[in-house]
C-alpha cells in the first residue's frame, strides 16, 4: 500500500509531507481504511494555528483520500502517522 500524508498549517505555517509504501497486516490495512471513511467534517470550530491532515492511501484495488483537522484526526490514523515518523 502506498501512503502520502500532507500536514498543513500549525504555528510555522511550513507544509510537511510524509510518503511511501508499506506492507500491512489486513486488520491494520482495514483500520486505516475504517478510519479513512469515518465522518471528517469538523465538530468545532477550527483551532488557531491547528494543522490539517490530507491523507492518501493507495492500493491495487482502490485510492482512498480524506483531510482531517486536529480535532477530528482518528486515532488509528494518529498512531500510523506516529510510526511512520519514527522511521523517519
Known sequence: MKYKVIIDGGFTGIRRTYEGDVSLEKEKLESLVSALKESHLPTKPP?????????????????IEAVFDEQNHPPALRKFLDEIKAKK
Open 47 to 63: 483551532l488557531n494555528d491547528g494543522e490539517q491532515y490530507r491523507w492518501i492511501l493507495e492500493s491495487d484495488e482502490d485510492s
